[in-house]
């Protein structure tokens, strides 16, 4: 069974412009999340999807922001970089309506690198 | 709303001896608990999970876990460490019923950073 996918494995952007990072879930999962991991500030969740919606939104500025596809793939977008988004951002996956009890399910990350 | 702390920020110990990675949690609700660990340049793994029954947990590779509801704590020990162990360790909760800010995500400590020595 293939794991979490995402892409690109590292991005490379200048303050200002956008980034837009891809994950593909396990197959049958239908739930995804996002999730930031900044130097010195731990892993904080970012968003999460399930069956195209979004579901629940930690404590970023809209700037971040996302959706899933019908095949349940999804897409982080960051508008407007600034140097501080310069992080390992993770997508997890699990199945149903990501039930506590539901093991999510990491991906390797895309590492984004804003100068 | 939940948190985690992780008491220890780094723990290094010599090959073969044993450890304990602590954690320590606050919920209003109840909550099921995670250890995940994340080598070099990788994402996180599932290492073990408490959802209900048996306060103690295993991993396949040696690792077990106790929940302690009283003291709200979730250590992580291994009797005897090698050196592939070396890693960081996070744990991590999420609410076991649904609605609220908190459902669907999970809350995770600050990390432990495990070097095992030769």
């Known amino acids: 069974e293939a794991g979490v996918t995402q892409s690109p494995t590292h991005l490379i952007k200048t303050r200002g412009q956008q980034a837009t990072l891809r994950c593909s879930p396990i197959s049958g999962h239908t739930s995804v999340y996002w999730y930031q991991q900044a130097l010195g500030l731990g892993l904080q969740f970012l968003l999460w999807?399930?069956?195209?919606?979004?579901?629940n939104r930690g404590n970023f500025p809209p700037r971040f922001s996302g959706r899933q596809f019908p095949n349940y793939s999804s897409e982080l977008n960051v508008n407007a970089l600034e140097l501080e988004d310069s992080a390992l951002y993770l997508c997890a996956s699990s199945r149903h309506r990501g039930a506590g009890q539901e093991t999510q399910y990491f991906g390797p990350g895309t590492r984004l690198l804003v100068l | 709303a939940q948190s985690v702390t992780q008491l220890d920020s780094q723990v290094p110990v010599f090959e073969e001896a044993p450890v304990e990675l602590r954690c320590n949690y606050s919920?209003?609700?109840?909550?099921?608990l995670f250890w995940y660990v994340q080598y070099p340049n990788q994402g996180l793994q599932l290492l073990l999970k408490?959802?209900?029954?048996?306060?103690l947990v295993e991993s396949i590779n040696g690792f077990e876990a106790e929940f302690n509801k009283s003291q709200t704590s979730f250590h992580l020990r291994k009797p005897s460490v090698h050196i592939s162990d070396t890693a960081e360790y996070f744990c991590?909760?999420?609410?076991?019923?649904?609605?609220?800010?908190?459902?669907?995500?999970?809350?995770f400590g600050q990390g432990t950073i495990l070097t095992v020595h030769p």
């Open positions: 991590a909760v999420s609410p076991s019923r649904g609605g609220g800010t908190s459902y669907g995500k999970l809350t």
């Open positions: 408490y959802l209900s029954g048996s306060t």
């Open positions: 919920s209003s609700v109840s909550v099921y």
């Open positions: 999807y399930d069956e195209g919606e979004e579901r």
